[in-house]
């Protein structure tokens, strides 16, 4: 079992950054997948990044690369989401969620295939 907890959500500007922090206690298994998602009001879920914690292999979705970083300290249990460069469209609730079971890289951008979710940070970006 694990749980999760989402850190580091706010307000900000158009063009400003924040880093979120999910933290989990419980055992964070070398086959797991630790992945960021998002949901606007009135939208799905959409992936936003993920991370093996085997090899510390990352994967964003397009709408996000080269401005969102996803990364892990593996002593403390934690994944942060560095997002820079943020738009009004970022605005959503963040999720962090953990794939006990991860089947291959394909499936990292399926929430459906996450076992453990957090709570959700708020992150509000105005224009």
């Known amino acids: 079992q694990v749980q999760l907890v989402e850190s580091g959500g706010g307000l900000v500007q158009a063009g400003g950054s924040l880093r979120l922090a999910c933290t989990a206690s419980?055992?964070?298994?070398?086959?797991?997948?630790v992945g960021w998602f998002r949901q606007a009001p009135e939208k799905e879920r959409e992936f936003v990044a993920a991370?093996?914690?085997?090899?510390?292999?990352?994967y964003y979705a397009d709408s996000v690369k080269g401005r969102f970083t996803i990364s892990r300290v593996a002593a403390e249990n934690t994944v942060y989401l560095q997002m820079n460069s943020l738009k009004p469209e970022d605005t959503a609730d963040y999720y962090c969620?953990?794939?006990?079971?991860?089947?291959?890289?394909?499936?990292?951008?399926?929430?459906?295939?996450?076992?453990?979710w957090g709570q959700g940070t708020q992150v509000t970006v105005s224009a």
């Open positions: 991370i093996k914690w085997r090899n510390n292999s990352k």
């Open positions: 969620a953990v794939d006990a079971n991860a089947q291959g890289s394909y499936y990292l951008s399926i929430s459906t295939e996450y076992d453990y």
């Open positions: 419980g055992v964070i298994y070398s086959n797991n997948v």
